[in-house]
């Protein structure tokens, strides 16, 4: 990739301090742990194999510019997800590796609105809140047909905490519209990047981090940490949790618990719980001021129907039809929101189970926000 438009990739250098400490930290040897979260183009969608995606490439920059040290790679992304499910679960996903640095992406998954502006606020803040105080990246992937974003909302935040941010819709999809590129090249659906696609986007983020290591070891201690600002937003997203079966149920009729191993962040309809019979119930007892429920979309029509009951009135259906066919969705349905939190009964109940159905209806989990 050309070295001008690498460099118009860059939104915002940021405050080093942290990453400044990572980079010397395994410069001298020792052992670190490089995280990525994001969507499904971090998990590697569509690369030939996991090794050409973006975050990959971007691990053996590290080490390959840190070769005495032992760095560990943690892929956190999961397909067809938000920065509202981020939040939720980067404590078990991510901070629980107690990486040194952070890259996170969901600039294409998000929406280009004030609700997903919170949610990856939110998300930022959980992450540099840790008690390790890892370094934090931005990366804002594009449409490639479009340049459609989230980048506005979400930029707005990282430059709100001074962080690195790179850009694909300012220097890949740029020379698009120029018509240096050809979309199609680096895309076939024109959101998720092929091999090709994928290397130019760790060009992006790797150019920066190679500007980051220059700094580092020549005026690294011009950077000093600052403490965080207060937030941007209303900031109700931080402590979001996910509820599975370790939540307080109160209730259950016809469900049964998923007890399989889950393998890796990608395994996602597992902890859960199946109902396959009309009139199975779950309930949950929690306290919170917003509640979201996780369950399976399955594209095997026809599927079963739910519905969601807070203090027995019915707030929601949860139809498990899925009209894609690329896979079943990971659907995170929003149920019921109220200003001050309380302690409310939560019942999941099926009420429509076809004869036909190929699949029962598999319950994910709760996300809350107390």
């Not at 760095?71 to 920065?83: D, E, Q």
């Not at 199946?274 to 929690?286: D, F």
Request: glycine share 6%; hydrophobic share 40%.
């Amino acid at each position: 990739m050309n070295q001008n438009v690498l460099d118009r990739g860059i939104v915002n250098l940021g405050n080093l301090s942290r990453i400044h400490g990572v980079m010397k930290k395994a410069a001298t040897g020792e052992p670190i742990t490089i995280a990525f979260l994001g969507g499904s183009i971090t998990q590697d969608s569509i690369t030939t194999r996991h090794e050409n995606c973006y975050a990959y490439r971007t691990y053996q920059w590290w080490k390959e510019a840190f070769p005495k040290s032992e760095i560990t790679y943690v892929n956190a992304g999961i397909g067809a997800t938000t920065s509202q499910f981020g939040v939720a679960r980067v404590d078990a996903d991510v901070l629980s590796h107690e990486p040194d640095m952070v890259f996170c992406e969901f600039s294409v998954n998000d929406e280009n609105n004030e609700f997903f502006q919170e949610t990856f606020e939110g998300l930022l803040r959980k992450i540099l809140e840790a008690p390790k105080k890892p370094g934090l990246f931005i990366t804002n992937n594009a449409r490639y047909d479009s340049g459609e974003n989230a980048q506005e909302v979400h930029n707005a935040v990282a430059m709100h905490y001074d962080l690195p941010i790179v850009s694909v819709k300012d220097s890949i999809f740029e020379e698009i519209l120029l018509g240096n590129l050809v979309a199609s090249d680096i895309s076939l659906d024109m959101l998720h990047p092929n091999d090709l696609g994928h290397q130019y986007l760790a060009e992006l983020i790797t150019n920066l981090l190679q500007i980051i290591y220059e700094k580092a070891f020549t005026d690294g201690d011009l950077y000093e940490e600052k403490e965080l600002p207060a937030p941007l937003t209303k900031n109700r997203y931080q402590n979001s949790l996910r509820v599975r079966r370790d939540g307080q149920i109160i209730g259950c009729k016809g469900f049964v618990a998923d007890t399989e191993p889950q393998y890796g962040v990608r395994d996602i309809f597992k902890n859960g719980f199946e109902a396959k019979e009309t009139g199975a119930s779950i309930t949950y007892l929690v306290h919170a001021s917003k509640i979201s429920v996780q369950y399976r979309k399955t594209m095997r029509l026809p599927a079963p129907i739910a519905k969601v009951y807070v203090d027995d009135k019915e707030v929601a259906i949860l139809d498990a039809n899925f009209d894609e066919t690329w896979g079943d969705l990971l659907c995170l349905q929003d149920v019921y929101e109220e200003e001050a939190g309380g302690n409310h009964k939560v019942t999941i109940e099926v009420t429509e189970m076809p004869e036909n159905s190929a699949t029962g209806f598999y319950f994910v989990s709760l996300i809350l926000v107390k």
